[in-house]
């Protein structure tokens, strides 16, 4: 997905580098839009990653994308223990996964307080971690569009990875913190990357 990416949403990725090129990887990012997805699988460089998505997503087109980007789908009743099981069997395979652990897709381009679920994957996968941010999804697709705008930029950077046993072995508000704070920094150099503000409808 990175050509057209880079054709129609003038996407760059920054820090290909920071990603480990073995060993279970778990991948942390904001979510501005459905095109994370994306964005995320050109940040990832050459590891392939399980992303859990609804399975109402799998349609048409875009599910044809989301699939061939390492997407496996869940029931709406399957949930959050569903989505958990599946992750922490990938990475004890020693495999990567991509999570938003805010949740859900923003409704203003900002960063999210992120839920308590992504600690628990941490502290039974201990996986290395890698913060992303995405500054410019937000702009070319907000979440109350029903279509993506064509144009503008997109901009993501990629940190440098860290250790899971020692997000395991802290407090959770403490880790929790820690996460957040890293892909906030991301989601920062991202937008001052891009030069511009998130635009809405």
């Given at each position: ?8 949403w ?81 990475l ?26 992504v ?27 029903m ?7 997109i ?47």
């Open positions: 997905m990175r050509v057209p990416c880079n054709a129609v003038g996407m760059r990725v920054r820090g290909r580098e920071n990603v480990p090129t073995q060993g279970p990887v778990l991948f942390i990012s904001n979510h501005q839009s459905f095109f994370d997805p994306m964005c995320n699988g050109a940040a990832a460089a050459d590891r392939q990653f399980t992303i859990i998505a609804k399975k109402g997503l799998f349609r048409g087109p875009f599910g044809w994308i989301i699939k061939s980007l390492g997407a496996k789908p869940i029931s709406l009743n399957g949930g959050d223990g569903e989505s958990l099981r599946i992750s922490i069997d990938e004890q395979a020693g495999r990567c996964v991509c999570m938003y652990p805010e949740g859900a897709r923003t409704f203003d381009g900002t960063v999210q307080p992120f839920r308590r679920g600690l628990l994957l941490i502290r039974k996968a201990k996986p290395q971690i890698v913060p992303i941010g995405i500054a410019g999804s937000y702009s070319a697709w907000p979440r109350p569009r279509l993506p705008r064509f144009g503008g930029k901009r993501v950077t990629v940190g440098a990875a860290f250790d899971g046993n020692a997000i395991a072995a802290m407090p959770p508000e403490e880790a929790l913190k820690v996460l957040e704070d890293s892909v906030r920094a991301q989601y920062a150099e991202a937008l001052a990357w891009r030069g511009s503000p998130e635009i809405s409808l």
